[in-house]
């Protein structure tokens, strides 16, 4: 079937009927005749009204136009996927029968998964040659190219906003006086933020961080509260997230 015949024929009657005044009232919707994706501009002459019904079709048929496996089809298919889904500002939402439904969107899912491999491929992905690290004073991990300094340590997700000494014995499960002395220093002080945080009139645990109350990440400090204060997961689970505020009355309260 020749789509692309077919896709300007329709924008020629429409073009006609504009012309001829028969597009003066109702609701139409402006559609780019070589798509912006494709390299078309904003000029009058690439502009045509249509139909909620012909932009739909139209769309449909540039998908056809174009082989499989090209990126001028991918282009299409996130254009046609869009308007069936979400629409523009000011125009309607489009639907398509079960079957187009399905094929249109396994091939979507197909097209984006191997543009995201290509893209993302050796030198092209963003975490390319780094390694995760786990610092060992506040428990975070992040991906780095090179070690920052010595209080990082190769592993992901490796203390949990404990300390060195007390985390590298507990894989072993044995806590000697001093490592119990460490823990329960670490639930003190968390128990100290905790209060902090509730008194200092914050928006949010970033904005308590960000006015300097904890000198490390937001990361390791919810860390921290999750581990050590039975009461925040409680909280949590009732709508109370990293975002709330402080709240004076949870001042003391831990369990």
Not at 68 to 97: D, F, S, V
Not at 186 to 195: L, S, V
Not at 240 to 250: A, E, Q, R, T, V
């Amino acid at each position: 079937m020749d789509y692309k015949n077919i896709y300007y024929k329709i924008i020629e009657n429409a073009k006609k009927e504009t012309d001829n005044g028969h597009r003066q009232l109702g609701y139409f919707e402006k559609h780019h005749i070589l798509p912006k994706s494709l390299g078309g501009s904003n000029d009058k002459e690439n502009l045509v009204k249509l139909t909620a019904r012909e932009h739909f079709i139209c769309h449909w048929l540039l998908v056809k136009m174009y082989d499989k496996g090209t990126t001028e089809r991918y282009k299409m298919l996130c254009a046609l996927w869009r308007m069936n889904n979400n629409g523009a500002p000011g125009q309607k939402i489009h639907y398509i029968n079960s079957h187009a439904y399905e094929a249109l969107r396994i091939e979507y899912a197909e097209t984006i998964s191997k543009m995201m491999c290509i893209k993302q491929a050796g030198k092209n992905n963003s975490q390319f040659g780094k390694v995760w690290y786990t610092n060992i004073d506040t428990g975070e991990s992040k991906p780095f190219k090179d070690k920052p300094n010595n209080r990082w340590i190769k592993g992901r997700n490796l203390f949990r906003g404990e300390s060195e000494l007390l985390r590298f014995n507990a894989f072993e499960n044995k806590y000697t006086s001093k490592e119990l002395e460490n823990m329960n220093n670490i639930k003190k002080e968390t128990e100290y933020y905790w209060d902090l945080f509730h008194k200092s009139n914050c928006s949010s645990i970033m904005d308590f961080c960000n006015k300097g109350f904890y000198k490390f990440s937001r990361v390791s400090l919810i860390l921290r509260f999750k581990k050590y204060i039975p009461y925040y997961k409680k909280f949590t689970s009732q709508g109370y997230n990293k975002n709330s505020g402080s709240n004076p009355d949870l001042v003391g309260i831990y369990q």
